[in-house]
């Protein structure tokens, strides 16, 4: 049986680091002034994201052999890569016009975040000292979005700070090396609910992570 998880000791805390691979972000821009950029014309296509890194923390408390109910925070950050547009337009910010044509621009800037997600998780017996994982949470997100140029231009340029709700899927597995300390290897997917109507899509990301857990 595997001894990932003591009873008596129903406290849990981790620290874990990993990879953050954001997803495009389509957009769909009418005409009109959006945090703080304003558009003459219609503007679609989709901004392309570097992968990143992710640290995270991690409280937990066993309620029994196979459900625990967890608090994940976590801090991310990735840079843009470039904006690929499939119609194009104009953009103003600061008195500097951005006119993009379809193509493909490239994006200096970047997203920081820090998020909180609570919700349970659900393990079970698979081999000794292994057990498989399943859990998903809800909470929030607050975040730095940054683009400093497009196409070396500061006509789209944003420094925008929000908070989000956000959701969390993950699964993976926990190794034990000792009744009180085990690591955790998890995939997650990712969502913040940072949509504008008329402009961009929802974020959504895939993130990899490895966490060592105490017991206590």
């Known amino acids: 049986q595997a001894d990932t998880y003591s009873v008596s000791d129903n406290f849990y805390v981790g620290l874990g680091a990993g990879v953050i691979s954001p997803n495009d972000v389509d957009i769909d821009i009418s005409a009109g002034t959006y945090d703080g950029v304003t558009f003459s014309d219609g503007i679609t296509g989709e901004y392309v994201f570097?992968?990143?890194f992710q640290i995270t923390g991690l409280l937990g408390y066993r309620l029994n052999d196979y459900l625990s109910f967890e608090t994940e925070l976590g801090y991310s950050k990735f840079d843009y890569?470039?904006?690929?547009?499939?119609?194009?337009?104009?953009?103003t910010s600061g008195g500097v016009t951005f006119t993009g044509g379809v193509g493909s621009f490239d994006v200096d800037g970047s997203i920081s975040a820090f998020s909180m997600i609570f919700g349970p998780?659900?393990?079970?017996?698979?081999?000794e000292n292994l057990e498989l994982l399943i859990g998903g949470g809800i909470g929030f997100t607050a975040y730095n979005d940054e683009i400093n140029t497009v196409g070396a231009s500061t006509g789209l340029s944003i420094d925008e700070d929000n908070t989000e709700f956000s959701a969390k899927f993950k699964t993976g597995a926990n190794y034990s090396f000792t009744q009180q300390t085990f690591l955790q290897a998890t995939y997650g997917f990712n969502f913040i609910n940072s949509g504008v109507d008329n402009y961009t899509d929802d974020f959504t990301a895939h993130s990899f992570n490895a966490t060592l857990v105490f017991s206590f």
Do not use: E, R
């Open 50 to 52: 570097d992968n990143g």
């Open 81 to 91: 890569d470039k904006l690929n547009l499939t119609v194009g337009g104009t953009a």
């Open 121 to 127: 998780a659900i393990d079970f017996d698979v081999y």
